[in-house]
């Protein structure tokens, strides 16, 4: 390759580079999410979740953790802005779901927003998991 | 029950909790998704936003809370706006869904009849399936996908244990790597078949076939790769440059994979991301299919534009609504085209490939969350290292172009007209010929320190009457540099050229005086031959030191000499006889050996008479004006690339037509100052 080749091709490197650097904290779609917590994190609050709100002590339960992208409520928080009344929502909910392998068999789920806040609960066992189970009393 | 359930609301969002009312409560049936329970709703108004309503909705089954969640409730006009902009996209994701089916068909409709003409190179095919299966699984895993997957089910297990469930969540991701690794390998097995078919274009695979060869250390690959990875950059700016110019309310680029910000391994999936789909079924498949009908680049240009477009904008505009599962492409086709035909499909794969790991890598920088913005750095560094890499192989590693250049080109069509069985047989061993002759070709061209060189032989037919060969000489650091035409083809030619090159070997062990050398091998070559076949041959001895050539020509085409400085060309055209046309004494008289001094920029071209003598459909040659015209367009290329244009320009010029002689080229460039 010649001197003149292999200069322009690092010229069209350092420039894509560049702009593309320049214009992604301003137009990358993810860049709103402003998510704050790691894997570690998102599981470390979400089992103390389980243990403020159902008393269960998920230590040792295997975890799954899920995020999802909510179109509808990021096209709505762009369009209205931040306000105080939907500080807990924001455009990515992560799950943790803590699975007993053991025993009853208990699932206990906690949806979280961006910055780990819980919007959302869900607890199943074995008993209410199992097919045919008639509404409780 | 009230109490436990405005008891769990307040401890999930504390003194707010006051704020909402409560608005229904019903004892609930178990449907498919939800508990059997009773449900509260308590929702809260917005202040300035009628239409909008934040509501939390719980099932309470006894005093446990079976499920509670949050959620903004939105009037019909709200919901009016968002799905007509989602309708919008859907349409031409639905287009591009379509036209992706179609080549989808199509590829499955040409690999089962390449297949049955057994033009399919499995084992390239399947090297391709075993990588992208491999990357796509760890990916998949790394992503959190399988994870994702599992989820739901462990949280409403219908059937199974969690070990079993475990082992069918694999399976699927499995099955997805396979298909996704299956159509991948199937599109490059088909497209391949049709470049080596048409025989026009190869370059442009024979990066990627080298890579599928495992030859990841050879100069020729680690250049493309490092050539995309940094033009990588182009691709990954462009969907950002379109949506800054403003002309596109509703468009944004691609935005990360939710799931990536609670993965087991971000880095990774970033830098394991697989290969655009669109961009492969394009320049894998798609071009190299109009290729094989048509020859004129501007109308395949012209051919791929509307599907590159159509994959663009989709890609582009579908992310504003996207759910974050699926990944789009984005860049504009015009770099896309501009890279590959510039330079090649490992090129553009490459560039792809970095323009996703920046683009994926950029989003997790954007995150508050340090463990996110340390994997993006990773990424970014991966994908550097590698950069790096490719950059320091391509300039010191081996260059295995010549190689791979016989691979890719076409194979001939053999023994037709005879039964199934002994074409089989005859094209078996045709293959193994074709093999060890070429075999018999240096693998690689030596690496002299402020020389490039470069070379390729291609035989007409299964082998061969053509040779090329670097000889060590006696002399410190000379190189013997050959260039040899058998007269006659095929197999009585590859036998005497077999001759020839065992007998320079021999000779050149205790000689360097390249008159010297021909004169003892025409020796030989009289009395074996009996003036019924002659080889040209053209020997040049490369003083590195000194930059001098020695060159002795017995009848062979003159090299040309291009001066690259004063923007001229010469041949080197001493006289000589062909070997074993003559005997010793009257060779010995003919031959007049000349030296002359290169200069730093100049390039030696030394090939057969393959070149200038190639035909057209039409019977024309392509001759001595073209080659030099071509020659001219090399000045500031390196030898590799020099010899991809005088290839190409050959290739196009005779399009279809197959060739009737066997070409060999020797590149020599004296490295610049």
């Known amino acids: 390759m010649s001197r003149r080749r292999l200069a322009l091709i690092l010229l069209l490197a350092a420039s894509g580079y560049f702009v593309f650097a320049l214009l992604v904290p301003r137009f990358h779609p993810s860049a709103a999410w402003r998510y704050q917590m790691g894997r570690r994190e998102a599981v470390a609050r979400g089992r103390e979740a389980a243990q403020r709100l159902y008393g269960i002590d998920v230590s040792g339960w295997a975890t799954r953790l899920t995020a999802e992208h909510q179109a509808e409520i990021e096209y709505y928080l762009a369009r209205s802005g931040a306000r105080a009344e939907t500080s807990r929502l924001s455009p990515i909910t992560t799950s943790v779901l803590f699975v007993e392998n053991v025993g009853q068999g208990r699932r206990v789920r906690v949806e979280m927003s961006s910055s780990g806040q819980p919007n959302g609960l869900a607890y199943r066992d074995r008993v209410m998991n199992a097919p045919g189970q008639p509404a409780p009393e | 029950m009230r109490k436990a359930a405005a008891a769990a609301l307040n401890q999930l969002i504390g003194s707010d909790a006051n704020q909402f009312a409560l608005v229904s409560e019903a004892q609930q049936e178990r449907r498919r998704e939800q508990q059997a329970g009773t449900r509260f709703i308590w929702e809260r108004a917005i202040a300035g936003e009628p239409d909008v309503k934040l509501q939390i909705e719980a099932t309470m089954r006894g005093r446990i809370i079976s499920e509670l969640r949050m959620r903004l409730v939105f009037a019909a006009n709200f919901q009016k706006d968002f799905d007509a902009q989602h309708d919008s996209v859907g349409l031409l994701a639905t287009l591009n869904a379509f036209v992706i089916l179609v080549v989808v068909l199509v590829v499955i409709g040409l690999f089962f009849v390449f297949a049955m003409r057994r033009e399919i190179n499995y084992t390239l095919a399947l090297v391709l399936f075993g990588a992208a299966f491999l990357a796509m699984t760890v990916l998949q895993i790394s992503a959190g996908e399988l994870e994702a997957g599992l989820s739901d089910q462990d949280f409403r297990p219908q059937r199974g244990t969690d070990s079993l469930r475990y082992l069918l969540a694999l399976l699927e991701t499995l099955l997805l790597s396979f298909f996704y690794a299956l159509c991948l390998a199937a599109m490059w097995g088909t497209g391949f078949a049709l470049v080596r078919r048409a025989g026009v274009e190869t370059k442009r695979a024979a990066s990627f076939v080298a890579l599928l060869r495992g030859k990841f ?435 196009e010029f005779v399009g279809e037509t197959p060739p009737h002689d066997d070409i060999t080229l020797v590149v020599l460039r004296v490295a610049e100052r």
């Open chain 2, 217 to 651: 250390l050879s100069r020729f690959v680690s250049g493309r790769v490092a050539i995309g990875i940094m033009l990588g950059g182009l691709l990954a700016a462009i969907p950002y440059l379109v949506v800054a110019s403003g002309l596109f309310d509703n468009l944004r680029p691609e935005q990360l994979n939710a799931q990536w910000l609670v993965a087991p391994a971000p880095a990774l999936a970033a830098l394991l991301r697989p290969l655009s789909y669109g961009l492969f079924a394009i320049y894998g498949f798609l071009v190299p299919l109009f290729q094989s009908r048509i020859r004129e680049r501007w109308v395949l240009r012209a051919l791929a534009l509307p599907f590159g477009c159509l994959w663009l904008w989709e890609g582009v505009l579908d992310e504003l609504f996207d759910g974050g599962g699926r990944r789009r492409r984005r860049t504009l086709i015009g770099v896309a085209d501009q890279i590959y035909w510039r330079f090649d499909f490992l090129t553009l794969m490459a560039a792809a490939f970095a323009a996703d790991v920046v683009t994926s890598a950029a989003g997790l920088l954007l995150q508050s969350a340090p463990g996110l913005v340390a994997s993006g750095w990773m990424a970014v560094g991966g994908l550097g290292a590698l950069c790096a890499a490719a950059l320091v192989v391509s300039r010191r590693g081996r260059d295995t172009q010549t190689e791979d250049e016989a691979q890719v080109a076409p194979a001939p069509a053999i023994g037709q007209g005879l039964q199934p069985i002994e074409r089989d047989r005859l094209m078996a061993e045709f293959g193994v010929a074709r093999l060890a002759q070429q075999q018999m070709l240096p693998a690689a061209p030596p690496a002299i320190h402020g020389y490039h060189i470069t070379a390729t032989c291609r035989p007409a037919r299964e082998v061969g009457g053509d040779l090329f060969d670097f000889l060590k000489l006696p002399d410190d650091d000379h190189l013997g540099i050959v260039v040899a035409d058998v007269s006659g083809k095929g197999v009585p030619a590859s036998l005497y050229m077999t001759l020839t090159k065992g007998l320079l070997a021999s000779v050149s062990e205790n000689e360097s005086d390249p008159s010297v050398i021909l004169r003892e091998v025409n020796r030989h070559l009289y009395q074996v031959c009996r003036r019924k076949i002659f080889v040209t041959m053209l020997l040049g001895v490369l003083d590195p030191a000194t930059r001098t050539l020695t060159y002795a020509r017995a009848g062979h085409n003159p090299t040309v000499w291009r001066h690259t400085a004063r923007g001229a060309s010469s041949l080197l055209g001493a006289p000589g006889l062909g070997l074993g046309m003559v005997s010793g004494q009257m060779f010995d008289k003919s031959l007049r050996p000349e030296t002359i001094r290169l200069e730093p920029g100049d390039v030696l071209f030394f090939y057969s008479d393959g070149i200038p003598e190639a035909m057209n459909a039409r019977g024309e040659e392509y001759g001595m004006e073209r080659m030099l015209a071509a020659i001219e367009r090399c000045d500031e290329l390196h030898a590799a690339e020099a010899l991809d244009v005088m290839l190409d320009d050959v290739a």
